[in-house]
């Protein structure tokens, strides 16, 4: 029997790369997809749903139904809208499922995709650091698997294959220090939204590049480091390595370092999750050490990138720190790409909003019930809310 795929997000940077390796490696002849979601985009998803003969395509909005139904006119595929639909999509049986939905809004299909036991392939990061412990003991619950996508955790897991994780001494996550790692920190202050949406080394959507230029992305990823491989923050760092060249080093107890080095291909991690536990031909380039030289590294500076200092506080407060953490920074970054607040008011945003919340002692609570999170969340987007209005 075919392989049942579903993809949540397959208009986004991520769904993209997705499709691509699935029609590379067969498409409708060699894998029978079940259900691809996307947003506004779909003339791009019914395009998409046509391609791969999907079953069902959801978009995230009910006012786009219309016009996605109409897209799909005589192509055989059902059209479904709202959140109604994603989560119905997540109950259909499937073996695969990639989560590439930006934001918070990614947790709840990959939730419900994992209840039925599948693969979840996890690029949504947002999903463990909103939620870690509840969406891995979901998992465990019902016999799920979770891979990760993201491409440093790609190279961690890929690092510790074979190898017991008590014989970690320390995981070093690398950034490539995004769109201003060499702008004098003054300067920060006065970057645009046009500005911090263009990445050295990587394309991906433009909320993740925003992201990566404040370090609010590689936050995130430190947090899913903790969540994930449940490795105790003091073994976590971040430093800055120019080229993307290195994803990740794991270092054991032994002294020895094990690196993965690969192109800046998001194909790569994409396709070792699909391929999982084999490896199969991937259509990325093969690096010339020759010709790159060199391989850089700096210190990951707390000061010129204050996402990283409160990453650290999220990982060591715990609870529900991470649901209000992420929710604050998505509302923040909101604000930034409406010009209603400066760069490094993104940062000044998240404290006063975990600040605020953890004076109530609201985070110190176990992220258990989906209900809790989402309710965090809430109060987080409020919070934020306040404090960029006493910015503007
Ligand atoms: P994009 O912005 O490119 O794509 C996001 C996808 O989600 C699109 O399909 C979009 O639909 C859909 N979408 C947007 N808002 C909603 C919503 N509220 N509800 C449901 N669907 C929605 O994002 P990326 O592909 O860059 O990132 C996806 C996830 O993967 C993120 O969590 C990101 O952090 C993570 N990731 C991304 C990497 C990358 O290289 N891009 C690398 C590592 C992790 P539409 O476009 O049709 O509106
Ligand atoms: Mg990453």
Known sequence: ????????????SIGENTVDLLTRQGGADAYDVVALSGGRNVARL???????????????????????????????????????????????PADWIMSAIVGAAGLVPGM?????????????????????????????????????????HSAIFQALVGEEIEAVERIIVTASGGAFRDWPIEALKNATPEQASSHPNWAMGQRITVDSASMFNKALELIETKEYFGIDPSRIEAVVHPESLIHALVGFRDGAIMAHVGPPDMRHAIGYALNWPARRDLPVARLDLAQIGQLNFRPACENRWPALRLAR????????????????????????????????????????????????????????????????????????????????
């Open 313 to 392: 506080e999220v990982m060591q407060a715990g609870g529900l720190s991470g649901a209000a953490f992420n929710a604050a920074k998505e509302a923040a970054l909101d604000a930034f790409l409406a010009r209603r607040i400066g760069f490094t008011q993104m940062a000044e945003v998240v404290e006063g909003v975990l600040g605020q919340l953890s004076g109530d002692s609201l985070l110190t609570n176990s992220p258990d019930s989906l209900e809790k999170v989402l309710e965090t969340d809430h109060l987080a987007r409020e919070a934020a809310a306040e404090i960029v209005r006493g910015l503007e």
């Open 112 to 152: 419900r995709a994992l209840k039925h036991g599948t693969t979840l392939a996890l690029a949504n990061k947002e999903s463990l650091v909103t939620a870690g412990p509840l969406l891995l003991a979901t998992a465990e619950a019902h016999g799920a698997r979770i891979l990760p996508v993201d491409s440093e």
């Open 46 to 92: 019914a395009e998409q749903a046509r391609a791969l003969r999907a079953d069902l395509a959801v978009t995230a909005y009910p006012d786009c139904y219309d016009d996605l139904k109409a897209a799909l006119a005589g192509s055989g595929v059902e059209a479904a809208a709202g959140a109604g639909a994603l989560a119905e999509a997540a109950d259909r």
């Open 1 to 12: 029997m075919a392989r049942r795929i579903t993809i949540f997000g397959a208009t986004g």
